[in-house]
């Protein structure tokens, strides 16, 4: 494929499986490929929008920096029943890396993508400051409480449209590129994880542990619907990935990208969060066989 095109992006959501977006920007970048303009869901927008600011590699090393003391210190457990994390110590250190910027002075077009729960309508959040839309793209359903903006209450964008291709359909690019976290692959990749990462991962789980534990006192009237293998996280989690993929099936019957990179369903489970040099590595190499011609 001819090097030095522009592209339209296309970052799709699917919870912590988001982390390889990164992976797939540095090695479209590593390819010549310049990004002209970006549309994202959840955490396709988070990383969207960090690149969008310039603001990518500063997340990158904070995120692959944070060891378990430093993630306890970001969690604050929300003591309402919209979601378990309030998200203000963590949006608190992502502001200060996009600062003030407004998503209509940015240097290539953004667009987040929102959900507006009451209306049950899609939002595309192209105007306001970049922390406020990001902040509402995210908001998980079960794990941020929702943002408010003027008198919509936002969630998750992944919830009507978890890869987000109409935003660059008027796109003066050469081709769109979409990434979506939810393909039906069964190729593994072997990917050397450091001692430092296997640490930090194994020491995490007692956190993620005790995010499944508010959850069950949050949500206990569902525990009955659990199966015996699957604990409530499990349960809300795949039925979140069930509802996306049928979705964007729907979404892309109408708008197809020019190239689709797809990272499996199964790389990780929707909240596993402590596993961002996997999932930043594995974006990285499925890219790479996509932008080579062997995918």
Known sequence: MKKGKSVSLVLGSGGARGYAHIGVIEELLAHGYTIGSISGSSMGALVGGLYACDALQDYKEWVLGLDLFDVAKLVDFSFTTTGIIEGEKVFGVIEEMVGARRVEDLPIPFTAVATDLLKQKEV?????????????SIAIPTIFTPKKIGNRHLVDGGVLNPLPIAPTVADDTDMTIAVSLSANTTKTYNIPIPPKEQEKVSGMESLILEMKQKAEQLFARERKHNFEE????????????VMQNSVQECKMAGYAPDMLIGISKDACGFYEFNRAYEMIELGRLVAREHLEGRA
């Open 124 to 136: 595309w959040l192209q105007k306001g400051k970049v922390i406020d839309a990001i902040r509402a």
């Open 230 to 241: 699957m604990d409530m996280f499990d349960i809300i989690g795949r039925t979140l990935d």
